[in-house]
């Protein structure tokens, strides 16, 4: 087979991973700013919440997560009467978007917690609500700080897509394993599979830099 | 300025670890009343602000902002109880605050910085907010840089659009926090000359702490020397600059006034 033959099966494959990324990135990213925020709330069962959360999606295997959605969810849905079977592509996106959303949560957290004191200062002198402070002082300042480890998350989270190829999703990994089982030949499948990954990668390298000066426009040296 | 006391502190103290800041200092203000702290660093000067601005609570005494407790509420049975976030909220919008580094928000142009109080607190219509704000830029000489961001700006231009935002929110009180020791020597007049404006024109009540003794003397009713938490001696510019009746007010005053 000419290696050609073999773009389209691997373009359809390339459209489930990019779906699934873009899911997972925008669903995780708003889990991350829920439990970023959460963790640094002063209502303890909020933060206690988000630090569960947090550490428990961080503290064990992306891939366990996934199959526990997809096989062990439906099992343990049963024994208490509950239809908990998920389609392939809810259960990847929920489990890639819950880990994201653990790691960026952190991000998050951190990036509000480097807005100066003096800015908080500002703002209660100037009597704004903590609420407002948040929204309107802190995360405005603080969301230009979290881009760049973001777009790494972006970027993890893409390749770590290829897992949900094991839960019978025909992403780009998945593809890439069927043509190889059909026709033997691991070596012009796999590379151009990896250029694909390394290419939409690329795209999304540039599409956070364009976010990251969309987002800190104003700030010194960004026109 | 009428005779009752707009600020009274009644033996405050005020405690940083084992630093005692403030020792049960006794300090009034008149309504209208200009008035210069001055002092060592480490006295406990920006400290007197920090608590009227309720950015430090207090560990002793009381301090009172327009015939209220500031940091204390009364309780059903008349006793005092440390004040909620309400009542510090209420209390906060007699006072406003200039701060020695400015602390503009910098994602915001210098007229937004100016109208988001006034629109987020205040309740102010967007119209209503503008208005005010050009007026302010107007006032403080920088209307041609409405829309410029702060770090656009030069630093006494950015101390301007300070004083108009804490002006924004119609404070009865303006406290202004060393307000040109950060600025560059020939950047300082500036700022100056809209305090000295802003002395001269309004009925505010103003706390000035600064290093700026020709500056205090001009523009004071009466000047405070601070010192190991407590006011040493204070007096009408005049007699507290020439004639001082504290020996460690003239050392003070030798050693800044020979730099």
Redesign the interface.
């Known amino acids: 087979m000419d290696w050609t033959q073999y773009l389209t099966p691997l373009t359809l494959g390339a459209w489930v991973t990019i779906e699934l990324t873009i899911y997972s990135t925008v669903f995780g990213a708003l889990l991350a700013f829920a439990a970023g925020i959460g963790k640094l709330a002063h209502n303890p069962l909020i933060r206690a919440i988000s630090i569960g959360y947090i550490e428990i999606f961080r503290g064990t295997s992306l891939l366990v997560q996934l199959f526990w959605l997809y096989f062990a969810l439906p099992v343990a849905g049963q024994a208490i009467g509950i239809d908990l079977r998920l389609p392939p592509v809810a259960a990847g996106v929920l489990a890639l978007s819950l880990n994201i959303g653990a790691y960026g949560a952190e991000v998050v957290r951190g990036a509000i917690q480097s807005v100066s004191k003096?800015?908080y200062?500002?703002a209660?002198?100037?009597?704004?609500?903590p609420r407002?402070t948040l929204w309107?002082?802190a995360l405005?300042?603080a969301i230009p700080e979290m881009m760049p480890p973001f777009g790494n998350l972006a970027i993890q989270n893409l390749k770590d897509t290829a897992l949900v190829s094991l839960i019978s999703l025909s992403d780009l990994a998945f593809r890439a394993e069927q043509l190889r089982n059909f026709t033997q030949d691991s070596t012009t499948i796999y590379t151009l599979a990896l250029l694909m990954y390394f290419g939409l990668a690329l795209v999304l390298t540039a599409m956070m830099k364009l976010l990251e000066r969309f987002v800190g426009r104003?700030?010194?040296g960004a026109r | 300025m009428s005779d009752e006391p707009i600020i009274k502190f009644d033996k405050v103290v005020k405690r940083f670890g084992d630093l005692t800041v403030l020792n049960e200092l006794d300090f009034e203000v008149k309504k209208g009343e200009k008035v210069s702290i001055i002092g060592p660093s480490g006295s406990g000067k920006s400290t007197v602000l920090r608590i009227l601005m309720t950015l430090e609570d207090i560990n002793g005494g009381v301090v009172t902002v327009g015939g209220e407790p500031l940091w204390h509420e009364k309780a059903p049975d008349g006793s005092l109880v440390p004040a909620s976030e309400t009542h510090l909220r209420k209390m906060r919008t007699q006072l406003g605050m200039v701060f020695q580094q400015f602390n503009l928000f910098p994602h915001m142009t210098v007229l937004r910085n100016i109208t988001e109080a006034p629109v987020q607190v205040l309740g102010l219509t967007k119209q209503e907010a503008k208005q005010r704000g050009e007026e302010l830029l107007e006032l403080v000489g920088l209307a041609d840089q409405a829309q410029k961001y702060p770090h656009q700006l030069s630093g006494g231009q950015q101390q301007r659009v300070g004083i108009a935002r804490a002006l924004a929110m119609r404070p009865n009180i303006l406290l202004f926090d060393e307000p040109t020791s950060a600025l560059d020597p020939e950047l300082v007049g500036e700022v100056l000359n809209v305090i000295g404006k802003l002395a001269e024109e309004h009925d505010l009540t103003m706390l000035l702490v600064t290093h700026e003794m020709r500056f205090a003397r001009e523009v004071s009713d009466r000047v405070c020397f601070f010192d190991q938490g407590r006011i040493r001696e204070e007096g009408a510019p005049e007699d507290l600059f020439t004639d001082p009746n504290e020996e460690r007010t003239r050392e003070f005053l030798q050693a800044v006034l020979d730099n």
Do not use: I, S, Y
Request: proline fraction near 6%.
């Open positions: 003096d800015q200062e500002a209660r002198a100037l009597n704004f609500t407002k309107r002082v405005p300042q104003w700030r010194a």
